[in-house]
């Protein structure tokens, strides 16, 4: 397993190394590293969860690999059992599952994201597989320690130009005549772009003011930045310098 480590906190923000990459960052991570799955859809009876959990934790450990992937759809303590299961068989990096779908369903990502955090050793990182660059500052403010680049290359298919505040379908705001080549590679520039600063405000002890410029992009954002403050206080002040 790759060991991580954490350099400073901002907030509960998280400035680590993986390895010799600094994180908040983009997970260079092949489909070979990732444990195989049961996938299950998000919103599911919790029959199937529960099963696709106790399917993905078997597979785990019987071929482990790199990073466990936590399933449990929009129940909480599958989750959770999810997370503690995968952490029992030795793994310490984990992809968090249905990532566009709890994106959608702010009370959701806000209670799975803390409780993973609060359940699982520090020393562990999670990865969110899907987050459009509005939403990473947030996520990174909770916890999340990495990211696939694979969002640049899906919008790239849909003709959707990113940056750090907006998603540009240039069929309608025709902004740039890109090829879907030169679009991805913007769109992966934009993802760097964005970490690269989450990093940098961490350093700076300023990510919280990130967060919430980046708050107002979206009604999903304003949501879960206002669902965060008023339950996980406590989570958030842990980590919080007092002046």
Not at 190 to 212: I, S, Y
Request: overall charge negative; charged content about 30%; glycine content about 4%.
């Amino acid at each position: 397993m790759k060991k991580f480590e954490i350099k400073i906190h901002n907030g509960p923000g998280r400035l680590g190394k993986l390895e010799d990459i600094e994180t908040p960052n983009i997970a260079l991570i092949t489909s070979s590293e990732i444990a195989k799955d049961e996938p299950a859809p998000y919103d599911i009876q919790k029959e199937i969860a529960t099963w696709s959990v106790r399917s993905t934790i078997k597979k785990a450990k019987d071929d482990v690999r790199e990073i466990g992937v936590i399933q449990g759809g929009k129940y909480l303590d599958l989750r959770v059992e999810s997370a503690k299961e995968l952490e029992k068989i030795g793994y310490n990096g984990f992809l968090i599952a249905n990532g566009d779908d709890l994106l959608l369903h702010p009370k959701d990502l806000v209670d799975i994201v803390i409780n993973l955090r609060q359940n699982i050793s520090p020393n562990n990182y999670l990865i969110f597989p899907f987050a459009e660059p509005s939403f990473i500052p947030l996520l990174c403010y909770m916890g999340i320690d990495g990211f696939l680049n694979k969002s640049a290359e899906y919008y790239a298919h849909l003709n959707v130009l990113m940056t750090a505040t907006k998603n540009y379908d240039l069929n309608e705001y025709k902004i740039y005549d890109l090829s879907y080549k030169e679009l991805k590679i913007s769109n992966e520039n934009t993802l760097d772009f964005v970490l690269r600063e989450v990093r940098e405000h961490m350093k700076n002890g300023t990510l919280r003011n990130l967060v919430e410029e980046r708050s107002l992009t979206s009604p999903q954002n304003v949501s879960t930045l206002k669902l965060l403050d008023k339950k996980y206080q406590d989570y958030l002040q842990k980590y919080t310098e007092l002046y």
